[in-house]
Nanobody, 124 residues
């Protein structure tokens, strides 16, 4: 059982930056692919970014490509999402997720463990 805890959310003005962290309880976190998802009010949960177990492969939603960067530090059992040039439409609850596989995937249903989420609000 992997427990994930997100942190780093908050209120920021448009154009600003935030860095989200996802701390994992499992020492074998390095064996899991990781993803970041978000859910805005009244909308479904959507893929934002994913990273393979080694960090060698990453992927992004078109809406965040070039602005967000996913990374991980397996020695610290922690994943990150650096968010730059934030827009009001990025406002959502952000979730990290772990997949018991070396490769990330785009679908919510492919992930085995989820954090509780952290709120990101971008004001215009």
């Amino acid at each position: 059982q992997v427990q994930l805890v997100e942190s780093g959310g908050g209120l920021v003005q448009a154009g600003g930056s935030l860095r989200l962290s996802c701390a994992a309880s499992e020492r074998t976190f390095s064996g899991y692919a990781m993803g970041w998802f978000r859910q805005a009010p009244g909308k479904g949960r959507e893929f934002v970014a994913g990273i393979s177990w080694s960090g060698g492969s990453t992927g992004y939603a078109d809406s965040v490509k070039g602005r967000f960067t996913i990374s991980r530090d397996n020695a610290k059992n922690t994943g990150y999402l650096q968010m730059n040039s934030l827009k009001p439409e990025d406002t959502a609850v952000y979730y990290c997720a772990a997949r018991n596989s070396g490769s990330y995937y785009y679908s919510v249903t492919e992930y085995d463990y989820w954090g509780q989420g952290t709120q990101v609000t971008v004001s215009s």
